[in-house]
């Protein structure tokens, strides 16, 4: 039985997988709230390079070829590893097989490369000599001074507050690829003052991140802005996470049963998940695909399914999502890459249908898989992916319950080697099993 499942490079995909080519029901198109018709091109031209809207629009076939400046890029840590934690299995007991796509070899760290390198190199193309981009957690951030640094580029990241006092070493990273990194909210749009007026000790959001991050790019000609999650063409750049995984599968002579991903804005879900929703339509496979979100901030599990806004401005087209409300405000978790109120369009639509189920724990019950996960398999991951952990354990205790031998496979999404000091206050105690209000998700709804 092997332990780590490798790809040559030879065998790695060089196509990007469109999900929309083999949805029924074609995505709800992005609306502008001024005229209440969907949004015209011509408007989000002046925000993302031509090629990025039209992935975002679904055009190009099932299969987008990835270019070979890209692919260059990718080849400094892929294919990832697929692994078996034969560990952890040991430890549970459990007559399941448990596998994770391990995407924290990045130079960044995390999963976010495999969407930065693509966004930046397409605005390249075009002339552009600066990006503007928010970060939570900060793997994004990282993400995108390493693309901007490898290009040319200059990069102005909006980090949110909590998670820039919280992480000090991830802006060092960004700085160290040439970030300039302002935490948000700041004073330096008009956006982020009106919300340090309304909250002088607000600890941020990705929403008004995002909203400072816009007013930037509309600010200046030479400037476009990237985003780490939630649209269409993000979550196409990230599929070649499932589809370098299903050739692992292949090579070790299974294939999962139960697919999980952790979900914030859903692109780590989406670039696992997503090809495999594709065999689940055009086979006869049945994998169980599972979104995993905190109690802090459940968008699937207690958001509604609607058209809004992307950030705390409303300065985006709305988006058909699940959400929170573009004014929800969540809890300072160190999860700070799960604390958004919307959720990939692509990824509500799919979970809407029936594509796919989700569950929400809390930080407490994450952190806690987490030290499981570090002290059997080695590997100390970031506090979003814990998530992915905590429901892997979950499904490996079920089958042994049952008495099943059932085949998971998750997403690790990002290493937590920058997230010392959160696993730090979890031994000390100090970390608290939150669950967001259901009085205050429904106020923020109301807005």
């Known amino acids: 039985m092997e332990k780590k499942i490798l790809l040559s490079e030879s065998e790695m995909p060089r196509h990007w997988y469109n999900i929309i080519a083999h949805m029924p029901n074609q995505p709800a198109p992005p609306m502008d709230p001024s005229t209440g018709q969907p949004a015209a091109p011509e408007k989000l031209a002046r925000i993302f390079a031509p090629q990025l809207l039209e992935q975002e629009m679904g055009q ?74 928010e970060t939570g957690a900060g793997q994004w951030g990282t993400s995108i001074a390493f693309a901007t640094q490898r290009f040319g580029l200059e990069s102005i990241i909006y980090m949110v507050k909590v998670s820039y006092e919280q992480k000090p070493y991830r802006k060092a990273m960004m700085e160290m690829w040439g970030g300039k990194v302002i935490p948000s909210p700041s004073t330096t749009t008009a956006c982020g003052r009106a919300m340090l007026a309304e909250d002088p000790d607000s600890n941020g959001s990705l929403g008004g991140a995002i909203s400072e991050a816009l007013e930037d790019t509309l600010s200046r000609e030479d400037t476009r802005y990237c985003l780490g999650s939630v649209l269409n063409h993000v979550a196409l750049h990230q599929t070649i996470v499932g589809e370098e995984s299903i050739k692992q599968m292949e090579k070790a002579g299974d294939y999962p049963d139960i697919v999980i991903g952790c979900a914030g804005g859903g692109s780590n879900l989406a670039g696992i998940a997503f090809p495999y929703i594709r065999e689940n339509m055009l086979s006869a496979r049945k994998t169980e695909i599972i979104a995993v979100e905190p109690t802090a901030c459940p ?149």
């Open 60 to 133: 190009g076939g099932a299969y987008i070829e990835i270019p070979e400046e890209v692919f260059d890029t990718y080849r400094i840590w892929r294919p990832a590893p697929l692994i078996r934690a034969t560990e952890l299995e040991k430890l549970l007991d459990t007559p399941a097989k448990i596998y994770y796509k391990y995407e924290g070899v990045s130079p960044a760290g995390s999963h976010k490369p495999n969407t930065a390198i693509p966004q930046v190199y397409y605005n390249k193309l075009n002339g552009i000599k600066r990006i503007a981009t």
């Open 299 to 447: 968008t699937l599990t207690k958001g509604t399914y609607t058209y809004d806004f992307g950030d705390v401005a409303q300065l985006t087209p709305q988006l058909k999502m699940y959400t929170l409300g573009s004014k929800f405000m969540p809890a300072g978790i160190h999860a700070g890459g799960l604390r958004y109120h919307g959720m990939s369009p692509l990824v509500s639509q799919l979970y809407h249908e029936g594509y796919m189920k989700a569950e929400a724990y809390n930080q407490l019950e994450c952190f806690e898989a987490a030290a499981m996960f570090v002290r059997t398999e080695g590997i100390l991951p970031a506090p979003e992916s814990s998530h992915a952990i905590k429901a892997a354990i979950v499904q490996a205790l079920k089958a042994k319950e049952e008495g099943t031998s059932k085949t998971i496979l998750f997403n690790l999404s990002g290493h937590g080697h920058f997230d010392i000091a959160s696993y730090e206050k979890y031994f000390q105690g100090e970390l608290i099993a939150y669950e967001h209000p259901e009085a205050e998700i429904a106020k923020s709804l109301g807005r």
